[in-house]
């Protein structure tokens, strides 16, 4: 036979609703995760080894903390769209005695209480102004998002490393010691273990001892970002610092760079109006010191134009005055110059004698026998020395 997923529906309702024995019920259990409004209360109802949502419409005007045993009164309903089974809840009667989980839970705490797990002397101050820092979250979840738009608001230069872990359930409190091992041994300043808000259920790993005993032991300074600002873990009283939210822990740890620059934009703005009217009156003062300056430039100008015109008026009439001078004594030069000229003299009747192609000055240089070259002004001859006489000497040829 093959039905729809409606007809399964309705004949699991039609089920729940017709069994006598579930219309009055009344159920003993462990409140965990209750909120409520004006008209309906939601809450879990838990023991050792199960749990049941439950709702109830027009709830008693009572206050129900996580962990305290109740007996609700009402019948099982099955909502036939979600599939889904709560309990409806007519009557809640509260115990006197706190459940046996929040119990175990106070002893445990009061242990490591004495073990010194949570002595504030212990704590690690946090680094306020960090440049980078650890995460062990969910990457899932809006922790992490929350985390990354505080620090980049802030400081956009920070790093965030992020260690993805299971904040519940099972293996939950194996993966978040890991991460908190693997971010000490590296350079994070500040470790942050957060995750979002939940029922007390869903923040049981952050009360497990392997937790608390790693966030204590820890060599880094740690944030617990656990839950909402209401919701306390044993996490919170080991870390070094609580945060009421991720993005508390994110701002205690961030120096806020962005609103510093913005502050000290302003003053400079300040200060650069406060320069540029002092600039425009300095300004105005230099341009009338400068009209002044120019006249009397101008005036002294003038004045050592006509003394520098005088000087070289003077200076020009001695050059002409030198030139004239120089240009007779170059006239005479070139005259007497003119009546020295070899080519000339030679044309009166001189010659000139040469041996080796050098002029003989002396008749002791030559001997018989040697080559000469005679020239004259209009050519050359050239000879041999048949003997040579020098004055009160005379040398024949041999």
């Known amino acids: 036979m093959t039905i729809t997923v409606t007809q399964l529906g309705n004949f699991l309702k039609a089920l729940v609703d017709s069994e006598v024995l579930l219309l009055d019920l009344n159920v003993e259990g462990e409140i965990s995760g209750f909120r409520r409004n004006d008209e309906v209360a939601f809450f879990i109802l838990k023991d050792s080894g199960a749990q049941i949502d ?40 509260p115990k006197d005695e ?31 102004n ?9 990457a899932e979840g809006a922790v992490i998002h929350d985390i990354l738009t505080v620090a980049a608001r802030r400081n956009p230069t920070v790093d965030i490393t992020l260690y993805h872990c299971k904040v519940q359930g099972f293996a939950g409190e194996d993966t978040i010691v ?36 790693a966030v204590a032991g820890c060599k880094k ?34 120096a806020d760079i962005r609103g510093a620059l913005a502050e000290a934009s302003a003053g400079l703005r300040m200060a650069l109006l406060h320069a540029g009217s002092r600039v425009a009156r300095e300004a105005e003062s230099l341009f009338d010191a400068e009209r002044l300056m120019l006249t009397m430039a101008e005036n002294r100008c003038s004045r050592a134009e006509a003394k520098l015109s005088a000087i070289l008026a003077a200076l020009c009439g001695g050059v002409d005055r030198r030139l004239a001078a120089a240009d007779s004594a170059l006239g005479l030069a070139a005259v007497k110059l003119d009546e020295n000229n070899p080519a000339k003299i030679l044309s009166k009747g001189y010659s000139v004698t040469l041996k080796d192609g050098r002029a ?12 000469i070259s005679i020239v004259f002004g209009d050519g050359k001859a050239n000879a041999a020395i048949v003997d040579t006489e020098v004055k009160n000497e005379f040398r024949s040829k041999t």
Request: net charge positive; charged share 25%.
């Open 178 to 213: 890991r991460g908190i091992k693997y971010l000490e041994n590296t350079d994070v300043d500040n470790i942050i273990i957060g995750r979002g808000g939940g029922s007390s259920e869903d923040l049981s790993v952050f009360n497990s001892e392997k937790v608390v005993y």
């Open 130 to 138: 960090s440049g980078k820092i650890g995460v062990v979250t969910s």
């Open 360 to 371: 003989v000055s002396s008749v002791k240089t030559l001997a018989s026998g040697d080559k």
């Open 98 to 128: 706190k459940g046996e989980k929040f119990k175990q839970l106070m002893l445990l705490k009061e242990r490591l209480e004495k073990e010194g797990l949570f002595d504030p002397l212990k704590k690690k101050p946090i680094v306020t």
């Open 221 to 254: 300074p740690t944030i617990s970002a656990v839950g909402h600002e209401t919701d306390v873990t044993l996490c919170d009283f080991a870390a070094d610092r609580r945060a009421a939210t991720p993005s508390q822990a994110a701002e205690l740890c961030t």
């Open 54 to 93: 439950c709702f109830c419409y027009n709830p008693p005007e009572i206050s129900l903390t996580d962990g305290e045993k109740v007996v609700v009164s009402g019948k099982p309903n099955y909502y036939i769209k979600g599939g889904k089974l709560s309990f409806a809840v007519k009557k809640i009667t």
